[in-house]
């Protein structure tokens, strides 16, 4: 694996290689990022704007580059942030299989090692999880949850920002290959 | 097709999982009206599809049924034809039906009003001439019908008996050119005679000129034609013009007017008075008989022999003459040519009171003792001889 400094898109197959994670980290990683939203918040309500499970989500459908992986990905993760909510299960899940879908699909064609390509993948995919949420609030629950847009670039902003850090302490993670 | 699926395997597990997590989340979700959203979207979902299919097994079926499996149509069309003619048939039969019985009820109605005794009949038939304005009922000398009774509706005369056979009679309406009646206008209690012309429109004659009577005036029967009892309407005056010597009078039947299929025949009439407003307006009225003025004996009715009945000007004359000769012992068309005529200056013996000529030679003169007593005025000269 090595960073293609001088261009983002993958130029051959062979710089699209899959990386892969030890199982525990497959396993413990997306429960710390649960915990984390869950537990740090009551002590830390400053760092609740963090959506850990979906930088994990991102994380892991754009490093490797498995679409149904990705989905797969998001789907537990989602599914296990609806059981810890007041949400009906699901409601997460699908968004979060969304963005595991998406964020794989992008990871096929993008050097996703890059950090301004993670960066904005992370601001994209923040911004893309808050409004598929507040749609499928509305369509399925019918509930008049408000979109406050400037609040939510800004979250998705410090996300993406908190992602790159996040991403770059994940990669220590990775087998060699 | 597994080609295909390793082709969009990502996308098909992405499809499933959402839509397994969709179903996760209507099934745990309620709407507003206490449903689960798995329900609302089911329903929603294959109430269309079903709709769709519904209208494709409908057209087709119809399509099947209206265009291709025609064998039977051309049967069933008959029949149908069949069955609505015959509820054609039975409509006409019922309306007619709810006509007789309305009419049967106007019917009773003015028999339970009229003075008059009177019998319900129906028409059977008509007159087979083809001027001919005569109808058959079916009531006859068995139900008590004679020839000249009168037959009336609510509405007005209609005609009179000219024929009784046991079950049925013979009526002779009033629009046939033979029939006549005695008629009195509303207003002016201008008499005259009524006569058929053949036709929907009767004529009234021997009005004098200088009687006034007016178009849209109602007649009424006089009682003088001694068939029509007084009172009853006849008709209302469509055309009045001055004519030397009598008016000419149009009528318009009022009898006849919606038809006749039931008539009352009048048994026993009774005269009533002439009412003061149209017979439109007005229910029937019993009323008393007819006034006395109505029913003026002629004065020479004294000289007149019993069982002779007073006629025209020249009967009476016939009969005065008769009395003449017989008084004088004369009998007319037996003298010879040159023989001496009986004295028709001749007094013949008057009623009650009143002095007698001088008898001739073979003359039975009254006696006086004879004249009813001068205690009883009120009987009419000549009554006792009369009756």
Request: proline letters at 8%; hydrophobic letters at 45%; charged letters at 15%.
């Amino acid at each position: 694996m090595s960073y293609s400094g001088g261009h983002i898109l993958l130029s051959s197959q062979r710089e699209s290689q899959v990386s892969r994670f030890p199982v525990w980290v497959m396993l413990v990683v997306p429960l710390a990022a649960i915990l984390f939203q869950v537990y740090v918040p009551l002590f830390f309500e400053f760092l609740s704007f963090l959506e850990m499970p979906l930088l994990v989500v991102v994380y892991f459908a754009l490093t490797r580059r498995s679409q149904v992986g990705g989905l797969l990905v998001g789907t537990l993760v989602g599914l296990a942030q609806d059981s810890l909510s007041k949400n009906p299960l699901g409601m997460l899940g699908i968004v979060n299989t969304l963005v595991g879908y998406f964020a794989a699909s992008v990871g096929l064609r993008l050097d996703v090692d890059h950090p301004m390509i993670r960066l904005l993948l992370t601001f994209f995919f923040f911004l893309f999880h808050q409004f598929f949420y507040w749609l499928m609030v509305r369509a399925l629950l019918g509930q008049q949850l408000v979109f406050e847009t400037q609040r939510t670039l800004v979250l998705g902003l410090l996300n993406a920002v908190v992602g790159i850090s996040l991403f770059h302490f994940l990669d220590k993670l990775r087998k060699a290959s | 097709m597994e080609s295909f699926f390793n082709r969009y395997r990502s996308i098909t597990v992405l499809l499933l999982v959402i839509l397994a997590q969709l179903v996760l989340v209507e099934v745990q979700v309620k709407n507003d009206q206490d449903v689960r959203l798995i329900r609302v979207w089911t329903v929603t979902a294959v109430t269309p599809v079903a709709r769709i299919v519904e209208a494709l097994r409908g057209g087709g079926s119809g399509f099947i049924r209206n265009y291709i499996l025609l064998r039977d149509a051309h049967e069933e069309n008959r029949r149908l034809q069949a069955e609505l003619d015959r509820l054609k048939l039975d409509n006409i039969y019922l309306n007619n039906e709810l006509n007789m019985a309305d009419r049967a009820k106007a019917l009773a109605v003015f028999q339970s009003h009229t003075p008059s005794r009177t019998l319900a009949a129906t028409v059977i038939g008509t007159g087979a001439g083809t001027n001919s304005k005569m109808v058959l009922v079916d009531r006859g000398t068995v139900s008590g019908v004679e020839r000249g009774m009168a037959v009336v509706t609510p509405d007005g005369i209609v005609g009179k008996v000219i024929t009784a056979y046991p079950t049925a009679s013979a009526v002779l309406l009033i629009t046939d050119p033979d029939f006549a009646a005695g008629v009195i206008s509303q207003k002016g209690q201008v008499r005259g005679t009524l006569k058929g012309q053949g036709t929907p429109i009767c004529k009234v004659d021997y009005v004098p000129f200088e009687e006034k009577i007016e178009p849209g005036e109602w007649l009424y029967t006089s009682g003088d034609d001694r068939i029509f009892p007084r009172g009853f309407p006849v008709g209302v005056v469509k055309v009045a013009h001055n004519a030397q010597p009598f008016q000419e009078i149009l009528v318009e039947p009022s009898g006849m007017a919606r038809g006749i299929e039931d008539v009352l025949i009048l048994v026993e009439g009774v005269h009533q008075p002439i009412p003061d407003t149209p017979p439109a307006s007005q229910p029937v009225f019993i009323g008393s008989p007819p006034p006395a003025d109505t029913v003026q004996p002629p004065d020479n009715t004294a000289n007149t022999p019993p069982g002779t009945s007073a006629g025209t000007e020249a009967d009476k004359l016939r009969a005065q003459y008769k009395d003449i000769g017989a008084a004088q012992g004369h009998k007319f068309g037996e003298g010879t040519p040159g023989s001496k005529p009986p004295d028709f200056n001749f007094k013949l013996p008057g009623p009650a009171g009143t002095p007698a000529a001088a008898p001739a030679a073979g003359a039975t003169p009254q006696a006086p003792a004879a004249a009813p007593p001068a205690s009883k005025p009120a009987v009419p000269p000549g009554g006792a001889s009369q009756r």
